[in-house]
């Protein structure tokens, strides 16, 4: 375990010093004797209703490498914030709600970024599946890579598609667009089901001419089960102002629901 953290955090503190300090961290715990692999959550929504099929344990991950434009949740962005659970600590309270799962419940994992603390996603899934509890990958990609033995553990990815141009997807969130292509490259491999969303916003993603290349992009990832077009809205603005960030979309109005819905009409009848 250590052998291998050493070499992930050499590797990875390359590209990331917030992902070289969460990894060197595990290694000081392992050297003082007491390593339990642990997360960095940012908080934990019991049962939910919108993140997978079914109810569902949603598990908000702390630390995200991107920075978009319309994100209500800048403070999930730090890696260091958030609190420390293991697996054990979350195993056990996933049971504790288990009997409402049903058939199609489970636990989703979403963020921030998931993909940024992938070993200790690993050991998660692998105990969910131990205890027979259904696993839901709630992600934008963004990433470090080796996805390919999570997705060996994931019954469900439900792929954050921020904008299908490289150009277009650097101005709206800073990030590569190489990132999640590299991730989506893995899922298509795995052949896991995907439940695509894409945030509308006004002016931005909104125009039927953007809808139909969004088409054409999710037309090229199989096992597409459900697409879903979610209007943008201005409820974290409010966390912008008390952390003293500039909002950069604060002259954009909330987005049309009718409007959605008529896009979503249009891209289900096309794709699904």
Known sequence: MKYNLLNKADRLGRKSPDCWLFLFQKIIDLERGDYALKGKIHSVETVGLVDGPGVRTVLFFQGCGLRCKYCHNPDTWDLQ????????????????????????????CSGGEPLLQVEFLIELFKECKRNNIST????????????????????????????????????????????????????????????????????????????????????????????????????????????????????????????????QNMITNNIL
């Open 81 to 108: 914030a958030g609190k420390e659970m293991d697996v054990a600590e979350i195993i056990k309270k996933l049971k504790r709600y288990q009997p409402y799962y049903g058939k199609t419940g489970g636990v989703t």
């Open 136 to 263: 839901c990958l709630d992600t934008a990609g963004y990433g470090k890579g080796d996805y390919k033995e999570l997705l060996e553990y994931t019954d469900l990815v439900i792929f954050d598609v921020k904008h299908y141009i490289p150009e277009k997807y650097r101005e709206l969130t800073g990030g590569n667009f190489s990132v999640p292509t590299e991730f989506l490259e893995a899922v298509k491999k795995s052949g896991t089901p995907v439940w695509i969303r894409h945030v509308v916003v006004p002016n931005i993603t909104d125009s039927e001419e953007h809808i139909r290349g969004l088409e054409n992009y999710i037309a090229t990832i199989p096992n597409v089960k459900k697409v879903e077009l979610l209007p943008y809205h201005t409820l974290g603005v409010s966390k912008y102002e008390n952390m003293g960030i500039s909002y950069p979309l604060k002259d954009v109005p909330n987005m049309d629901k009718e409007k959605t819905k008529i896009l």
